[in-house]
């Protein structure tokens, strides 16, 4: 498992796909920090607050959910071009392992991402002179809730991913579902039918008025999406023919 790891993350770097998951998440970051500073005096909330609501609010809807689309499009799309599956599949491993080892790889650079995200929204407040102690523990858990909230989307778009060789097929489903999710978010009830919204009701749950109930509710969604996705996945690899 561990080897197959390694391989995949080896295949990775060759996209250059580390790049993108690390710069593009300093234009949403960018975005909101210049409406912090424009709006500098009629904010009457703490700074810190204000630049983490700024650079929140378009992240979770747009960014983040094109990027875990990318992210696993091209992790299943370095085998679905040139004969990649044929060549794994010659050597003596299991297609449970390739496909673990894959979803591993794909998340690993979902969390670079978000660390660059993170990293970059304190940079941020830093260079427009954000007062104060550096909210490092709320930007962390606000992260880790995003990413664990993410976890039936990226399960989703992975198997979309490593169903469908053309590329277009993921980055659709995800521009389709991303668009009105933040519509969606907003309303009281059917945010809970939209895994897209999850994310965004995680980073903006105070301006949501999400209550406890949707809150239980939610994270059994959650669990038990991402575990039924995962089995299907994992079996559908297993016994269908991709070479």
Request: charged share 15%; net charge positive; with cysteine.
């Amino acid at each position: 498992m561990i080897r197959l790891f390694r391989y995949e993350l080896y295949k990775l770097r060759r996209t250059r796909l580390l790049w993108l998951v690390a710069i593009a998440p300093l234009f949403m970051v960018f975005q909101g920090v210049q409406n912090f500073v424009r709006y500098r005096q009629i904010w009457t909330r703490e700074a810190w607050e204000v630049i983490m609501e700024q650079t929140f609010i378009f992240y979770p809807s747009f960014l983040y959910p094109l990027l875990i689309a990318v992210i696993m499009a091209m992790v299943a799309r370095v085998d679905h071009v040139q004969g990649g599956w044929k060549y794994m599949l010659a050597h003596p491993v299991s297609r449970s392992g390739i496909y673990m080892a894959k979803l591993a790889a794909g998340i690993l650079y979902i969390l670079i991402s978000m660390a660059a995200f993170g990293i970059s929204v304190v940079m941020g407040g830093l260079i427009a002179g954000a007062g104060g102690s550096i909210p490092w523990g709320e930007i962390a858990w606000k992260m880790a809730g995003c990413f664990l909230a993410s976890l039936p989307v990226i399960m989703i778009q992975y198997e979309l991913s490593m169903r469908f060789s053309h590329i277009g097929v993921p980055l659709a489903a995800s521009i389709i579902m991303s668009v009105p999710s933040i519509l969606v978010a907003n309303s009281k009830q059917f945010w809970l039918f939209d895994p897209w919204t999850y994310p965004i009701v995680l980073l903006l749950g105070s301006r949501l008025d999400m209550d406890d109930g949707q809150s239980v509710i939610m994270n059994i969604i959650i669990v038990v999406l991402t575990l039924l996705v995962f089995l299907i996945g994992m079996l559908g690899f297993r016994r269908r023919d991709i070479v």
